[in-house]
């Protein structure tokens, strides 16, 4: 038995002769049988590999059929997409742009990669995206500017109500267009309060000169790829908001809007502002690289504008990049167009009311301009005045009346108590209480600078939150008037046997900068001398240890504040009286602007001596 299957094995020569010579049968059936073990392992192996192999022959010939199959079914469809056809698409499209030689062999380079490449991978799908986006961009595609400086100047008068000197710029740029034919785009920078209709500028600039308009907020930005893009090697990598917005607005030239520019931040992924510097740069946004394309694209005939409350958080860099157009506060007389013309139509839209159903009178909008906001632009008053809307809608669904007259009346009846006071300061006066004017960056505002003597060792108490600059201005008052005690009849050892204590109210509210100078020297002056001072007449000015006065900013803004309040007398530094031509006439007119040099032409105006002078 162990020679006749041993016959059959196909198994080494030396294993048989093995066999062969042992003689005992039980030995020799048991070599055998560790034969047999041994050849059937060898042949599990075998057929383990074979069934893996013909399984994945399988799996091959199954994608194969049915590849053909949904070829077969598109073929049934008239659709015949497949990777040659897209690869045939991308280059058709390429061929219709035109590019530099670089960018379309970069692009043309990544073309031909994709078809290479297995059409369900990973890979493939990103190449896909990127080859997509980049043939998706409007390289050649522009907004056909039909420029007509009328019918720009009637839509620009349309949307809004004054800001001249912004119209009269934007004016002049479509006029320089107009004769150099060409597109380059300047960088404007409108600065104002909250609620003055900077964004809406923006849109009202590219209405009228025909271009697409796109947004972009800043405000919070502190990733630098927002602005660049991430590159292709992450997972999920996106151009930036700049290169997606110009292809989302399908045009080469559209007014991007950069809002709240003062308001970008910086942290380890990067400084937004320093990627913004290449964007804002005629010079350079002819070739701006985004990381995700990493090819050029040309943002020089792009309109850029910015907005921003302040330009003090603005890196000086950037800043220096853009031209800033000054956006300031309305008058009453500005308000009350605006309101009429644009607000309230708004509001009553809004609210599902009709002009039948309500209607308001001049006297309601100014009832509700001054004693119901104190503000700079009209943000506030278009919300009281919704407000008024909304309660007049209750009533008329309650069947409690069908058509309403806004009268001042009724504007306290909706509106609750007045929370302003208005034109109360005019002819009161007290000892060591000065009127001054600060600027803020939500618009100007009047500041009552309280001082008072207690006897003490000569300490000088600063509150009401007041910055180092500030302080340090009040320092410099209270050393003024000891060089100068003798001439004001002050006692010359006042420094030593009073303490003074400044306060300006609003305590919780920050407030910094030099040019309370001369309100606060006034103040003291006023405490140590016990003479009354005026609080019907505001100052502003920087002053000095030798008792000069300096100019200072913001005053369009101060004076309107003044106006606001009630006030109708206001001291000027002398080197700012180029910046009276810059207030609106009818403030102007009604106002009395005293220039003055030192302390002593303050003083002569506000301390009352027995009787006003």
């Known amino acids: 038995m162990a020679d006749m299957i041993a016959s059959h094995l196909e198994i080494r020569l030396e294993d048989k002769q093995v066999l062969l010579e042992t003689l005992d049968p039980k030995e020799r059936l048991e070599k055998l049988n560790g034969i047999l073990i041994k050849e059937i392992e060898i042949l599990n192996i075998e057929q383990d590999i074979s069934s893996k192999v013909k399984s994945q022959i399988n799996k091959n010939q199954r994608e194969y059929y049915l590849r053909e199959q949904m ?68 390289w050649n595609k522009s ?50 309060p909250p609620g003055v209709g900077k964004t809406s500028i923006a849109k009202s600039i590219a209405r009228s000169v025909g271009r697409e308009f796109v947004r972009m907020s800043l405000g919070g930005v502190r990733d630098e790829a927002e602005i660049r893009g991430h590159r292709r090697t992450y997972i999920g990598a996106i151009p930036g908001r700049i290169i997606s917005s110009i292809k989302d607005s399908g045009t080469n030239n559209p007014v991007f809007l950069f809002d709240e520019v003062d308001k970008i931040g910086a942290d380890y992924k990067g400084d937004p502002a320093s990627a913004l510097l290449e964007v804002l740069d005629p010079e350079q946004n002819k070739d701006f690289t985004d990381h995700y394309l990493e090819v050029p694209f040309d943002l020089s005939k792009v ?93 008329i669904v309650c069947g409690e009346t069908d058509k309403v007259s806004v009268s001042a009346k009724k504007v306290t009846e909706f509106l609750g108590k007045k929370r302003f006071r208005f034109d109360i300061i005019k002819g009161e ?40 600059v500030m302080q340090e201005s009040a320092k410099a008052g209270v050393s003024y008037i000891r060089s100068v005690a003798s001439k004001l009849k002050i006692d010359p050892d006042f420094y030593k046997k009073y ?25 003291i ?38 106006h606001r309040a009630g006030i109708r007398k206001v001291l000027l530094p002398k080197d700012n009286e180029a910046d009276i031509n810059d207030i609106p006439e009818g403030v102007r007119n009604e106002m009395e602007f005293v220039l003055i040099k030192n302390v002593n032409d303050a003083l002569k105006q506000v301390l009352v001596k027995d009787e006003e002078k």
């Open 71 to 138: 070829r077969a079914i598109q073929e049934e469809l008239g659709v015949t997409e497949d990777v040659e056809d897209e690869v045939a698409g991308f280059m058709e499209q390429l061929e219709e742009l035109s590019l530099e030689e670089k960018t379309r062999d970069k692009i043309e380079k990544e073309i031909k990669r994709f078809s290479k490449m297995q059409p369900a991978s990973a890979e493939a799908t990103v190449s896909r995206n990127y080859i997509e986006t980049v043939l998706a961009l409007p």
């Open 143 to 192: 907004s056909e500017e039909n420029i007509d400086l009328n019918r720009a100047e009637e839509i620009l008068n349309e949307d809004h109500y004054g800001l001249d000197k912004v119209k009269e710029r934007v004016l002049e740029y479509l006029a320089v267009i107009q004769l150099s034919r060409s597109l380059k785009g300047p960088i404007l920078c409108l600065v104002g």
């Open 303 to 395: 309109m850029f504008i910015t907005t921003a409350n302040t330009t003090d958080t603005i890196p000086r860099p950037l800043l220096d990049r853009m031209e800033v157009i000054e956006v300031s506060g309305y008058t009453e007389e500005e308000k009350l167009n605006i309101a009429m013309k644009y607000l309230v139509p708004k509001q009553i839209k809004e609210n599902g009311l009709t002009k039948g159903s309500i209607s308001f009178t001049k006297q309601g909008i100014k009832s509700i301009i001054n004693y119901y906001t104190r503000e700079s632009g009209v943000r506030n008053l278009e919300r009281e005045i919704g407000n008024i809307c909304r309660k007049v809608a209750k009533n």
């Open 429 to 468: 006066k007290e000892v060591g209480v000065t009127t001054g004017l600060a600027w803020t960056i939500v618009g100007g505002d009047t500041l009552f600078i309280e001082t008072t003597a207690v006897p003490g060792t000569g300490k000088l108490v600063l509150t009401g939150q007041l910055g180092d």
């Open 499 to 523: 303490d003074l204590h400044i306060h300006i109210p609003e305590g919780a509210t920050p407030k910094d900068g030099p040019s309370a100078g001369v309100t606060m020297c006034t103040a």
């Open 525 to 562: 002056i006023s405490t140590l001398t016990g003479i009354p001072a005026r609080k019907d007449v505001a100052m502003t000015g920087e002053i000095t240890l030798r008792g000069k006065v300096l100019p200072v900013g913001g005053i369009r803004e101060k004076v309107m504040a003044a």
